[in-house]
Structure formats: structure tokens, C-alpha cells
């Protein structure tokens, strides 16, 4: 009963962050409509019957009870275009097609800059966030399929190795050092570590993962030592304590949590013996584990992984802080081509790689509920820039393909006749709903895979 509920309030909560985009991204159409002389006659955030709707200057104002997507509706638009035109000059087709192209393109530059803003009232006022430090675990094993290669290992990288920089990019702590490799799946990577005070370059390629994330399988320091028992679990029947680490499983001893977690997916439900340390005593406890989803768990809360701390983002003044609002968007947009680009690779899983509506809302939710207002406002850019992007695709249905149906009127000096522009859009739907069966097919792929 707990999982549904935390799984409504994430839908909850993933649908009112979607909100924010779709109200942003349609204001956009609606005051570029409004500056270039096109009478709006609807607004609308969410579909169906309206849960509230009035009328305000002949524009009909609603949030729909169907809470995905939105609308901007212009005069002379309709589904049917003969029908809908009236031949007002303050209708979508009446005015020049130079005033068409800015208010379709108004949308995805609004969701720019959005997250502009965000990046740059972050850039201002920075925000803190928790890591591990840049102290590195190379890995022999791995906990599934997912990363069968060893970079790290194969490279030279030892466990100990302080991970100081990447192309040239200093890493401070364990989350800058997953960014770096992340996005960067399938690269030479020029990796400075310092190992006993000195200092050592190794050249690192980078794997690529189901997801379309680059990784060199290493790890923190992560001791098992419990920080809390969770009630009525079997670490709890079997009598650990907080503060309790855990040496070996089974007489196979455990330097850390990645160690741990090997040995007791190997063990599964059968009865494991813990070799524990508790105020210096060394005892041994026998357990049951249970299954949870793919994995094995005994039922207890880790302390956080050695050297964790709280680090600070830089602070830019004023104009700083709008240019690296600009910088940060600039990174991101890389990212997403890189991203794009990962997709063709064959060892990327689409059903991981590709996120629809359905996961979309509820990672959003997740992230809203979990992370701090600076990692959520932050993820806010990122989908935002993503939404931009999708609207932008030369898509019939699609804010991209009327830029271009505009762009190439305003090429050829002639209006296209409405019996072409009603085919084109009736492909360009027919593209749109295909692709909206993919990628919903993908997130309930992904889900009940999960």
C-alpha cells in the first residue's frame, strides 16, 4: 500500500513539474501571438474538459483534467483550416509569414530561456550538494551485465588512486568524477591521479553502458557499517545494531559495499553467515536475506561512504552569473547531441536510453520529492532544454515543422495553399502519433522490466 502511494504523489508531483514547462513553453506562443497582431482564442494546460475555464477578451483560459501537454490556440487554426478561416486580418493565416515564425517559435525559446534563468540564478547564488570524495575503488567485479568492461583496471588505475582531474577538468569529489565519464561514453580519457603523493597520467577509454552513459567501473570507499535497522527485516530479527560493520559474508571477506553487494546477490535467500564488528568485538550472526525487485537485501541503512561531505558551487556576481547561465546551457545542449548520438551505438538499450512522457513524470517526481530545490529546479532546465529541442524537430505536427512550412514561404514570396498545408499536417500527425507509441511502448517496457 506504501509503494501506490509513493507512486501517486511522485505521478503528483512529476505532472505539476510538467505543468511548469508546458505553461512556460505555451506563454511563449501566446505573447509572441500577441505581439505580432494574432488573436488568441485559446489557452489551455492539460487536455479534455476544463477542471477550471473562463473567458477573458475573447481568449478562452482552461486547465484541462487530462494533465499532459497543453495548448496555444490561434484564430483561424482550427482542425479544419477551410472551415476554421474566416479571412480576419488578426487570424494565424492572415498575417505575414515572417509573424507566423516568430510565434512558433516562441515556445521552445522560451523553454531556453527558462532554463537560462535557472542556470543563472543558481550561478549567483550557488548551492551545496553532498558527495563522496575523489578517493577511487577499481573494480574487478560488477553487480550485472551492465558493465562488463574493466577501463579503470586495464588502464592502470588502482584502488587508493586520488582522481584529480579529467581532461584537464578538476575533480574534487566522486559526483564531478561520474559527470565527466558519463558523458563521455567511448573517449580517450587523459586521467590525473595522485597515488602517495605522487602524481600519475593514465590514458583511460571509456565503455558505454545499456543507457548510453560512458563508464570505466570504479567506485568509492564504502564500508558496510550499518547506520540504521529497518523494523521486522531480518537484519533486524537477527540482532544488528547501528554502528555494526560488516567484515565478510559466508567467511568471504568484505573490504566494501560493492564487495557486499556481489556476495549477497551470489547468496540469494539462503541462510548467509555475517562476520560483524561491533565496538572492536568481532561476532558472527546468520541471516536470511530477501529478494527486493533484481536485487537481495538484509534490511538495514548505510552510514554514508567515507570522506562524504558537503561541497559549495562557485558564485558569479551579477553579469557573471547570466553569462554562466549561458555557458551551462551551451554544456548542456552538447550533452544532448552526445547523448542523441549514443543512441546509435549497438550496445545501447533503447528502452533505457529513451525516456517518454510516462518516465519523464515520474522521474520528475522523483527528482521533486528527493532532491533539494537546487537539483530540482536545475533537472527543471535540463527538461526544459529537451523540450525545446523536441519542439523544434522538422516535424509537420510540430512547432519545427511550421518554422519550416514559414521559412520556406517567406523563401519562395508565395503562400502555400491550405489543401497542402491540411496534407502536410495530417502526415506530420501521423509521424507524431507513431513516435508517441514508441516511446510510450519504451517506458512500459522499461518500467515492468524494472
Known sequence: MGNVIDIVIYIIYGLFSLGILVFVHEMGHFIAGKLTGIRVTGFSIGFGRGIISFDHKGTNYKLGWIPIGGYCRFAGEGEDLSDDRKGEPDEMYERP??????????????????????????SYFGYSYKSPGNKIVVLNKTLNSSGKQFPALAAGLKTGDRLISINGVKTPNFKKIVENVAYNPLKNLKIKVNRNGKIKTFNVMTAIRSDGSGYINITYDYPVIINNVIK???????????????????????????????????????????????????????????????????????????????????????FGSIGNGFVMFGDTIKKFVKGIKSLFNKEVDKTKA????????????????????????????????????????????????????????MIRRKRMSFRILQRIQMVGLAILVSLMVMVLYLDIVNLISK
Open 97 to 122: 509569414a515572417w509573424a507566423r515564425l516568430i510565434t512558433v517559435s516562441a515556445g521552445a525559446i522560451f523553454n531556453f530561456i527558462f532554463a537560462i534563468v535557472i542556470f543563472s540564478f543558481i
Open 232 to 318: 521486522g527485516k531480518p537484519a533486524d530479527k537477527a540482532g544488528l545494531k547501528k554502528g555494526d560493520e560488516v567484515i565478510s559474508i559466508n567467511n568471504k571477506k568484505i573490504v566494501f559495499y560493492h564487495h557486499f553487494k556481489i556476495l549477497l546477490n551470489k547468496n540469494k535467500t539462503s541462510r548467509a553467515l555475517l562476520t560483524i564488528k561491533r565496538k572492536g568485538e568481532i561476532r558472527k550472526i546468520y541471516i536470511k536475506p530477501y529478494k527486493y525487485k533484481k536485487s537481495y537485501m538484509l534490511g538495514f541503512v548505510l552510514k554514508l561512504p567515507r570522506e562524504t561531505k558537503k561541497y559549495y558551487t562557485k558564485k558569479f556576481g551579477i
Open 354 to 409: 529513451i525516456a517518454g512522457p510516462v518516465r519523464v513524470v515520474l522521474i520528475s517526481g522523483t527528482v521533486m520529492r528527493q532532491s533539494s530545490f537546487s537539483q530540482y529546479i536545475i533537472f527543471l532546465a535540463y527538461i526544459s532544454i529537451m523540450l525545446g529541442i523536441m519542439n523544434l524537430l522538422p516535424i509537420p505536427a510540430v512547432d519545427g515543422g511550421h518554422i519550416v512550412l514559414n521559412a520556406v514561404e
